[in-house]
Each structure stands twice: as C-alpha cells, then as structure tokens.
C-alpha cells in the first residue's frame, strides 16, 4: 500500500522546469513535494522558492532548497500546496495546517497553482472539513458572534496546552462549521471577507489550477481546472 501524500507530492514535483520561480505550500503533502525537489536541486535543477510558512521555511533551508523573499519576486511560475477539501470546480479549504493566509497571498501571484490530495480529500461540497478562519485576537468575539448569527459554529484553534494558537502573523484561528456545507463557497468567501477583523478565510476560490490526486495502489491522477475562473483579489 502506498502513502496517497507522498505519491501526489513527488509527481507534483515534476512540474517545476529549470529557472522556475516556485512558491512552497505547508503540510504533510507538501513534504514529500520537498524532499523530491531537494533530491532534484542535488541533480542539478535551478530554482528560487518562497515558503509560504515558516515551517516550510525551515525544512526547505535545511534539505537546501534555495529561497528568495517574496517582496523580490513580482509572480511565480508555479505553486504547489496541498488543501483539506477540493470540489469539481477546484475550489478549495485550506488553512488545516494554519498557514491560509501567506498561502493565499502566495496563490495571488502564481500563474499555476497546483493542489496535491489524497483520494479522499476530493468532495462534491466543501464543508464537512471545518472551515479556518484568520481573525485578529482583538476581533475575535465579534467575528465568533457574528459567524454564530449566519447559523455556523466556529471553534477557537487552541495549541496543546490549551492555548490559543497563533498563526505565523500572530492572529488566531476560528474553525469554522456550516450545517448544511458550504453550497457557495465564492459567495460566502466575499460575505466573509466584509466582516472587520478578518484577516483571512481558508476559501480558496478560482485559485487553483492542477489537481494532483494520489491513491493508495500508488497511481496519481492528474486533472486540469476545466473553465477559466476569475482570480480572487486580482
Ligand atoms: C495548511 C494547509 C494544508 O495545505 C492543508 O491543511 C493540507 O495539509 P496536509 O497536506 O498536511 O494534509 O492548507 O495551511
């Protein structure tokens, strides 16, 4: 039996093509997208990445991907990232691993974003996975509140001893649940990002363009998005 993780991760890996500027998602996925570029830097491949979390950040670093800043790159040829739920229309939740935000600035200057799955990860509807949301400490309440009045139960993300965890950028996570999923994801994301005190939400619309799916008999289907969508906040 093969891990679906790694499979997707390494065939995704070889999309990136020598002077590529490529942009690095978080995740247990992406890993294996790591070590298989790492393996290829050593074969001789030139490329320049941005982390898009400081996790990444540090295993890059230390299996010697080269890194560039982001603020010195104007787009990227290619990101690869992994997602929590991916629907036909290749719209996704992501922020599982906490990092959506610097994902989705990430995603914003990327001409093809590529999302490495599981099998199961691949959904009809969006929604049984919980949905991240971004939020400034200080707002916290008032976005729990306010998401309670639309009819969603939203969880504080706490860290091991209890904590509140914190996102690269020092803001908190509210874990989001809708009863009914989420039928419109470009809509909620736009109602979503009207509410003061979000920074972010893990909706992931219209910004991805491969779906890499790995199975455990160890194949690796890959799917092209279909219709051209308008990128969010472009
Ligand atoms: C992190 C993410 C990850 O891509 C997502 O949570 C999937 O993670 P994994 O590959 O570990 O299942 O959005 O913010």
Request: hydrophobic share 45%; proline share 5%; net charge neutral.
């Amino acid at each position: 039996m093969h891990n679906p993780k790694q499979v997707a991760g390494r065939r995704a890996a070889e999309f990136v093509e020598n002077g590529m500027a490529v942009g690095l998602g978080t995740g247990s996925t992406v890993f294996f997208t790591l070590e298989r570029l790492a393996e290829r830097v050593r074969e001789g491949l030139k490329i320049r990445c941005v982390p898009t979390s400081i996790d990444t950040e540090n295993k890059a670093r230390v299996m010697g991907i080269p890194l560039v800043e982001l603020g010195k790159i104007d787009a990227l040829d290619l990101t690869i990232d992994g997602a929590d739920e991916i629907d036909g229309a290749f719209h996704m939740i992501k922020g599982g691993g906490g990092a959506l935000l610097r994902e989705k600035v990430v995603a914003s200057i990327t001409r093809r974003q590529i999302a490495i799955v599981g099998a199961e990860k691949v959904v009809a509807r969006l929604g049984k996975f919980p949905l991240p949301i971004e939020v400034v400490p200080f707002a916290r309440e008032v976005i729990h509140r306010a998401l309670g009045a639309r009819g969603a139960t939203a969880t504080l993300r706490t860290g091991p001893a209890g904590q509140p965890y914190l996102t690269d950028n020092g803001n908190q996570i509210l874990d989001c649940r809708f009863p009914d999923g989420i039928a419109d994801p470009a809509s909620l994301e736009l109602e979503l990002d009207r509410l003061p005190g979000i920074v972010e939400t893990g909706l992931f619309v219209g910004l991805a363009h491969v779906l890499v799916i790995g199975r455990e008999d160890g194949s690796v289907e890959v799917r092209e998005r279909a219709t051209a969508l308008p990128r969010a906040g472009r």
